[in-house]
């Protein structure tokens, strides 16, 4: 194992580069990216940079859906509020 360092914006560019080689689209590898420099900087070191080379491996092992765009589920219709008036409001909290 090699004790080189290099700067962030190489290991930045290394990992895009890997990611797009395993045929990740180039904006979802952005992502994926920026996901593992912001672990990087907040130092979780288990899901950094030096998790690249682990992930691509699954990509290429067909573990992962290197295409996937994930949608959110519609997120239900917000319950009504009380009106300020109410006997919660009356009973439990000052005038």
């Avoid at 080689?21 to 950094?48: F, I, K, T, Y």
């Avoid at 080379?53 to 009380?82: D, F, M, S, W």
Wanted: proline residues 11%.
């Amino acid at each position: 194992m090699s004790t080189d360092r290099i700067s962030p914006g190489a290991a930045r560019h290394l990992a895009l580069q890997a990611f797009a080689g395993g045929g990740m689209p180039a904006d979802l590898a952005e992502l994926a990216v920026q996901a593992l420099v912001r672990a990087n900087h907040e130092a979780l070191e288990s899901h950094a940079l030096a998790r690249a080379p682990l992930n691509v491996a699954q990509q290429r092992a067909g573990k992962v859906v290197i295409g996937a765009r994930p949608r959110p589920p519609a997120l239900p219709p917000t319950l009504p509020r009380a009106p300020m008036r109410s006997r919660f409001r009356q009973r439990f909290m000052l005038a």
